[in-house]
T-cell receptor
Framework: KNEVEQSPQNLTAQEGEFITINCSYSVGISALHWLQQHPGGGIVSLFM???GKKKHGRLIATINIQEKHSSLHITASHPRDSAVYICAVNQGAQKLVFGQGTRLTINP | SAVISQKPSRDICQRGTSLTIQCQVDSQVTMMFWYRQQPGQSLTLIATANQGSEATYESGFVIDKFPISRPNLTFSTLTVSNMSPEDSSIYLC???????????????FGPGTRLTVL
């Protein structure tokens, strides 16, 4: 069993839909990251969380430390949101452990 | 924030050759990391590049195969040696530093180098 599990693995939705991607982890962490990877391969850091909730534009990330679970939400989704979304956790000393990623496709 | 550039952005190489990937950061950072992402897989940490000393390698990765240099606080190189098709991956440089006034580390990733070995 992976230390970081994401669901779903693939998600296709229509433009405008509300999107939720989930991440569960089984280890103690100091922080959790949500990352976005576009087809070219480059990765952008969206959020770093250690508790509660963060919002940036149409993106919202939440974390429940007790349940070892985090969610990434996208409101009013758009085709340009199509990417792979990756959950990663810090296990100290800045080392990251990554989930398998969720491939999101938003159709116009 | 930190701006990270990698060179080359992509390359196609022959089996048995070596490729050196460069990572340049626009500010001095303490921690620099090299990751590999094989096709359809998640990212895996290869090593932590230490300034002025030998890199720290993760299990399954060795210096002879992936020599790393870090001559200063803004630059590092990763060499993929004696390549085989199994080395075809995206290689990513990442840096981490503490944000001023916040007691948290922020991690930034480079644009990646897409390597194909024939």
């Amino acid at each position: 069993k992976n230390e970081v599990e994401q669901s779903p693995q693939n998600l296709t939705a229509q433009e405008g839909e509300f999107i939720t991607i989930n991440c569960s982890y089984s280890v103690g962490i100091s922080a959790l990251h949500w990352l976005q990877q576009h087809p070219g391969g480059g990765i952008v850091s969206l959020f770093m969380l250690s508790s509660g909730k963060k919002k940036h534009g149409r993106l919202i990330a939440t974390i429940n430390i007790q349940e070892k679970h985090s969610s990434l939400h996208i409101t009013a989704s758009h085709p340009r949101d199509s990417a792979v979304y990756i959950c990663a956790v810090n296990q100290g000393a800045q080392k990251l452990v990554f989930g398998q990623g969720t491939r999101l496709t938003i159709n116009p | 924030s930190a701006v990270i550039s990698q060179k080359p952005s992509r390359d196609i190489c022959q089996r048995g050759t070596s490729l050196t990937i460069q990572c340049q950061v626009d500010s001095q950072v303490t921690m620099m990391f090299w990751y590999r992402q094989q096709p359809g897989q998640s990212l895996t940490l290869i090593a932590t590049a230490n300034q002025g000393s030998e890199a720290t390698y993760e299990s399954g990765f060795v210096i002879d195969k992936f020599p790393i240099s870090r001559p200063n606080l803004t630059f590092s190189t990763l060499t993929v040696s004696n390549m085989s098709p199994e080395d075809s991956s995206i290689y990513l440089c990442s840096v981490s530093f503490k944000r001023l006034f916040l007691n948290t580390d922020t991690q930034y990733f480079g644009p990646g180098t897409r390597l194909t070995v024939l």
